[in-house]
């Protein structure tokens, strides 16, 4: 046994005196109590949090030019618009997006998350014209 360190119940740091057995593949001891549950995806207290949220997932702002101005170049309209997407999120999910899923066993599992990549935010300019 390799020796540890841990704190007693006064604050001191002392050797470890707590024994974990080692296991094989079929342990189902300390290791699987503590990991295994969160490996399998089960509902456990460490891995739950309130899902409420908010989210910006788009906003456009456009502006229409003035027909004075835009009669000379032969268009009846002209709208210029700015777009953003997943422009802010409001959670105490930490790390990741409610909105996602996780897959287990080929199935979209909804409000699970396993090795998500972060939401896209991404910006644009729209341009309409009418001739």
């Avoid at 296991?23 to 399998?40: C, I, Q």
């Avoid at 101005?69 to 409610?98: E, H, Q, Y």
Wanted: overall charge negative.
């Amino acid at each position: 046994m390799e020796p540890g360190w841990k704190y007693d119940g006064d604050g001191n740091l002392v050797e470890n005196d707590v024994v974990v057995p080692i296991g094989g593949a079929n342990y189902t001891g300390y290791f699987y109590n503590y990991y295994g549950n969160g490996f399998n995806r089960d509902n456990i207290e460490a891995a739950t949090h309130d899902a409420t949220y908010f989210k910006l997932r788009e906003l456009k702002i456009g502006y229409d030019l003035p027909t004075d101005m835009i009669k000379n170049l032969g268009l009846s309209s002209a709208r210029v618009s700015l777009i953003g997407r997943n422009l802010l999120l409001f959670s105490k999910v930490p790390t990741i997006d409610p909105e996602t899923y996780s897959i287990r066993n080929g199935i979209f599992v909804n409000g699970f998350e396993s090795t998500q990549l972060p939401s896209t935010r991404s910006y644009g300019v729209n341009i309409n014209l009418s001739f």
